[in-house]
């Protein structure tokens, strides 16, 4: 994978950077259109199906309800996990992303702050009103997990905990509101995706074509690096007996892998929607090309390992597919920040892990 990616390095230094069959309106129009909007559609509609299905646990708590929610938490996952890279916009303000999720939880301290809520009961995180003027730390996926997986929750099942359901049914509702705001926000006629389509000179975000390619090339390129860092290098480590299940994001639920899968599909979506490799000369489309056969073969080894994270610190044949996986998204990782860039004549700009 590294020789492939060093051969189109080598191929394409000096070619010009002119369209060819789409033009960069039509890029963003596609990216918005096919894969964002509808992206945004699926996380709501899953969110508000969650908030039902907490709901209903919590007025008639049974073994059946407890299992629909847990199905209903592994839809929510897969749909949050297809959008949670689009950081332009409606995600980024009024603290949404880490509203939703809180992660990574460095030091445990959100965890703390969820249990306690738990065995408190505290009231002010019983109802999604209240809730959502708490910390974010306790607002979100992470939270509910908690509530719904984390250790004791099996009470839920019996009506033994009903202030932890109803901790869980005012995140669900917190989050479907959440994921309301998201989706009015993409579709709003004057809102983002306006201001993406029609760059200009008094446009706050896009003046020009060049911006306005920044902004898809910058969602990719910081999206493969999220997930490089945050939630592949901190759980695989150097080897499987260093390995950190625990530092896998919804470990508890067995959805590491499927949040990964998500990430993958949802990038997969972005870039095709987007179709790049038609924006450029063909030897440049060659490149672009490159990074959606990647971005398959990704998505192939992540299909072939559907165990929990801590079974796979036992497995060397899981471990290796991991392990396979982290090589092809360092090199879309190390790629997307500085050939895309250069295909397109943009400038390196920040990290969105640089904490700037």
Known sequence: MRVLFAAFVLVLAPLPATGQDRTIDAAIEGAIEDAIRPGFATFEAEAQSMAQVVATLCASPSEEAMAASRDQFDKLVDAWGRVEFIRLGPLSQDNRLERILFWPDRRGRGLSQIQGVITTGDETALSADTLADKSVAVQGLAALEYALFGTDSDGIAVGETPARCAYGEAISQNVATIAGQLLAGWQAEDGIASLWRNPA???????????????????????????KVQRIDAVLRDDRASMRPKSALFW????????????????????????LEATVNQERGRFVGAMSFELANAARALGQTDLP????????????????????????????????????????????????
Request: hydrophobic share 40%; glycine share 8%; net charge negative.
């Open 201 to 227: 000179d008094d446009n706050p975000l896009f003046r020009d074509e060049s911006e306005q390619i920044n902004g898809l090339v910058k969602l990719i390129g910081d999206a493969f690096e999220i997930i």
């Open 309 to 356: 994270v801590q079974a796979i610190a036992e497995d060397d044949e899981a471990y290796g597919r991991m392990t396979y996986l982290r090589l092809v998204v360092d090199g879309l990782t190390t790629v997307s920040a500085t050939r895309l860039k250069e295909i397109y004549d943009l400038s390196s700009g920040f990290s969105s892990l640089d904490g700037d």
């Open 252 to 275: 508890r639920s067995d959805n590491w892998v499927p949040s990964l899968a998500a990430n993958i599909a949802g990038l997969r979506a972005l870039v095709d929607a987007a179709d």
